[in-house]
C-alpha cells in the first residue's frame, strides 16, 4: 500500500462535479507535489497545484453539501480544498443539464442503481433506490423541487439537538446565503405566485418558478376556490407554513438545471487556485492517525481511497485539521462502519475491527414514501405527447437548444399541494403525530399534465403524484460484507408504520376528492391502471402496496443529537460524536425527515456547517 501524508492540507470528501475544474480521470494523472487542498467527494476528486499553506481539507461527499463546503472554505485563499468524487463530471451531461429530461437519469451509470432489500409491506419488492453518482450528487440528477419544510421541522430539530443555531428563525440567512431567486425562463409575470419576503435574491444557487404553462394550470388554481377547506392557495409554500396549495418553485436557472456542481462549483469558483477535483476515485475507510495527542478521543483525519474500477492500489492521505463527510445517506454510514465506527457487534460480525463503538450508525433511515395516480383526460394537449412522438421531442430539444423555451425548461409539475389528516383521525388513537407540529404536512399532492406514458403507454393523462412526506416508518443502512466496493443492505422499512399505509390512503382519496371538483367535470375521464380497480379500502391498500416506491428523500443514517446525549451519530456541530477530526455534513445528519423535498434543507445544512467550521479554525 502506498501511502502519502499532507501535514499542511485539509481534505473534503464529497460526491460532487464541477463545471470548469482541471479534471483527472486516475490518480496517476494528478501532480504528485505542491497540493495544498484534497476535497475527497463521493464522485469526484478536485485537484490542483498551488503553495502549501497552513492545512488540507477533506470532504468526501454525496455532492450537494460537499460542493457547498468545498466553495465556502475556499472563500479563504490560504485554506486549500481537494475534493474526492467516485463518480463522472456532470459536463455535457445532456439529461442532467435539460429540467424535463431529469428523471432519465435514474438506472444509468449517473446513478449508483442501488436497489432495497425485499420491502415486507410491499408485498415484499424489491424497489429502486435512486442516488447521483454524478458531480452534484442528487442535485444534478433530482426532480429540482425547492422545498424547505415548516418552520416546524426546523424548531424541532433545535429541540432535539439543544441547539437554537438550528431553529427556524436562526436558519434564515443560510437559506438566503444559498438562494438567489431568478425569473422564470419565459419571464412571465410572476405576481400572486410567490412572496418575495420569504426569498434571498443573492445568494449562489437559482430558484425559480416553473418557465412553461400548463393546459391545467387554471383549473388547478380554480380548485382552490371551489374546494377551498381542502385546499386553500397557499402564496408561498416556502414561508415555514407550507400548507395548502401553491406554484411550485424549482431550482433552473434560465431553463437550465441549477444544482450544487453548476452553482457552487461555477467557473469563477473553480478557478480558485486553492479548490481542487479528482474524479473515479472510492473512499474505502478512515483511519485512526497514530500520532494523536488526545487520549480520550481517537484522531479520525486520514482517508484510505481507490481507484473506482481498479480497486487497488489503496491509497491514503491524511488531513491536518477536519475530514468531513459529505457522501450522502448511504454513502456516510458505509464508510464509517467500513471504518469500524458503529455497533461493535455488527462489525464484529462481519469481520470488521471496531474502533469506536456508535451503535447508532445506519440506523434511523427515515425515507418518505410515493406513489404515481393516473386518470384519463379528455384532452390530447398533454405533456404525454413527448414521450410518444419522437419528431416533436426532437423539435422541442432544438427549440431548448436554440432559445431556452418551451415545455423542456422545466418538469411536468407546476404545482404542489401539502395536507394534514384530520386531527380526529382514527390513527391518532394508536400512533402519535409523526409530524414536527400543527402547520407540517402528513402528505403532498403533485400535479402533473400528463403521465409521460402512462400506465399502458398510450393515451393522455393527469397523474397525482400522493407522498407521505412525515413517515413514522423507520430502516437502515447495513454492510453486506467487510468488502467496501459491497453494495450495502438498504432497508427503508417501507409502510412498516400503520400510519404510513393509512395516511397514504388518504392521500390517494384526497386526490380523488380534487378531481372532483367541478372544474375538472369535462376534463377527467376516469381512473387508469390499478387505481380504476382500487375500489374498497381493501383494495386500494392492495394497489398501494404494489406500486408504491421511494421518491428519493431519504435522511437520517447519522443523526444529530444533543451534545452529551447517548444516541446519535454527530453532534450539533455535526462532529462525529467520541472522535476528533472528523465531521459529517449531509442529509444522513438529519434527525427526521423534514416534510418536504430535502433538497434545500441539505442545502440550508450545509451552509450553516461552513460557519462552524470556519468558525473552529477561524477561517476567513
Not at 5 to 29: M, N, P
Not at 85 to 114: K, M, Q, R
Not at 528 to 552: C, F, H, V
Amino acid at each position: 500500500m502506498r501511502s502519502w501524508s499532507y501535514s499542511t492540507i485539509c481534505i473534503l470528501f464529497s460526491v460532487i462535479q464541477t463545471s470548469l475544474a482541471a479534471l483527472y480521470d486516475h490518480y496517476e494523472d494528478l501532480p504528485t507535489i505542491d497540493f495544498d487542498f484534497i476535497v475527497i467527494g463521493g464522485e469526484y476528486f478536485l485537484c490542483c497545484r498551488q503553495s502549501l499553506v497552513p492545512f488540507f481539507r477533506i470532504l468526501f461527499s454525496g455532492g450537494t453539501a460537499g460542493n457547498v463546503i468545498a466553495n465556502r472554505l475556499t472563500e479563504d485563499s490560504t485554506v486549500n480544498v481537494l475534493v474526492l468524487e467516485s463518480g463522472p463530471s456532470n459536463l455535457h451531461v445532456l439529461n442532467s443539464i435539460v429540467p424535463f429530461f431529469a428523471f432519465s437519469l435514474e438506472h444509468t451509470i449517473y446513478d449508483w442503481n442501488f436497489t432495497t432489500t425485499p420491502q415486507s409491506s410491499l408485498d415484499g419488492r424489491i424497489v429502486p433506490f435512486p442516488k447521483g453518482h454524478i458531480l452534484g450528487g442528487c442535485s444534478s440528477i433530482n426532480g429540482m423541487i425547492y422545498t424547505r419544510g415548516s418552520s416546524s421541522d426546523f424548531n424541532r430539530f433545535a429541540k432535539v439537538t439543544g441547539d437554537e443555531g438550528w431553529s427556524w428563525n436562526n436558519i434564515q440567512k443560510y437559506i438566503r446565503k444559498n438562494e438567489r431567486w431568478t425569473a422564470p425562463a419565459d419571464n412571465h409575470n410572476t405576481a400572486g405566485q410567490f412572496d418575495p419576503a420569504v426569498h434571498g435574491f443573492n445568494g449562489i444557487n437559482a430558484v425559480s418558478l416553473s418557465g412553461f404553462s400548463h393546459s391545467t394550470d387554471s383549473r388547478i388554481i380554480q380548485t382552490t376556490s371551489e374546494l377551498p377547506e381542502e385546499f386553500p392557495f397557499n402564496l408561498d409554500m416556502n414561508s415555514g407554513n407550507p400548507l395548502g396549495l401553491g406554484w411550485i418553485q424549482l431550482t433552473i436557472d434560465d431553463g437550465k438545471r441549477s444544482s450544487s456542481a453548476t452553482s457552487y462549483l461555477a467557473s469563477k469558483f473553480i478557478k480558485r487556485p486553492n479548490l481542487h477535483v479528482l474524479l473515479h476515485t472510492r473512499v474505502t475507510r478512515l483511519l485512526e492517525t497514530s500520532n494523536s495527542t488526545d487520549i480520550e478521543k481517537p484522531l479520525i483525519n486520514t482517508v484510505e481511497f481507490a481507484d473506482e474500477s481498479k480497486r487497488e492500489p489503496r491509497i491514503t492521505l491524511a488531513a491536518s485539521k477536519e475530514v468531513i463527510l459529505s457522501a450522502g445517506v448511504v454513502g456516510t454510514p458505509r464508510i464509517l462502519l467500513n471504518s469500524g465506527i458503529g455497533d461493535p457487534q455488527d462489525l464484529r460480525e462481519l469481520g470488521i475491527n471496531p474502533i469506536v463503538s456508535l451503535p447508532d450508525v445506519g440506523k434511523n433511515l427515515s425515507d418518505q414514501v410515493a406513489l404515481s395516480n393516473n386518470w384519463f383526460v379528455n384532452s390530447n394537449n398533454t405533456l404525454d405527447n413527448i414521450s410518444t412522438n419522437a419528431t416533436l421531442r426532437s423539435e422541442l430539444l432544438e427549440d431548448w437548444e436554440k432559445h431556452k423555451s418551451g415545455p423542456l425548461v422545466s418538469i411536468a409539475s407546476t404545482h404542489i399541494a401539502w395536507s394534514r389528516l384530520p386531527s380526529n383521525s382514527s390513527i391518532f388513537d394508536v400512533i402519535d403525530d409523526p409530524a414536527s407540529g400543527e402547520n407540517s404536512p402528513h402528505y403532498e399532492l403533485g400535479f402533473e399534465d400528463g403521465a409521460l406514458g402512462g400506465p399502458s403507454g398510450t393515451g393522455n393523462f393527469i397523474n397525482i403524484a400522493t407522498i407521505v412526506v412525515s413517515p413514522a416508518s423507520r430502516g437502515t443502512i447495513k454492510l453486506h460484507s467487510s468488502d467496501p466496493f459491497d453494495p450495502p443492505l438498504i432497508d427503508p422499512g417501507y409502510l412498516t408504520s400503520e400510519f404510513d399505509i393509512f395516511a397514504m390512503r388518504e392521500a390517494v382519496q384526497s386526490a380523488r376528492r380534487f378531481l372532483a371538483a367541478p372544474v375538472w367535470k369535462d376534463y377527467v375521464i376516469g381512473p387508469a391502471g390499478g387505481l380504476a380497480n382500487a375500489t374498497t379500502d381493501d383494495l386500494l391498500d392492495k394497489y398501494i402496496r404494489q406500486n408504491a416506491g421511494s421518491p428519493a428523500h431519504p435522511v437520517g443514517t447519522a443523526a444529530m443529537s444533543a451534545q452529551n446525549a447517548s444516541f446519535g451519530v454527530v453532534d450539533p456541530d455535526l462532529q462525529l460524536k467520541a472522535v476528533s477530526g472528523l465531521r459529517v455534513v449531509d442529509a444522513s445528519v438529519m434527525p427526521f425527515i423534514t416534510a418536504g423535498h430535502t433538497q434545500a434543507p441539505v442545502y440550508i445544512i450545509a451552509e450553516r456547517a461552513a460557519d462552524l467550521i470556519k468558525e473552529k479554525w477561524k477561517i476567513q
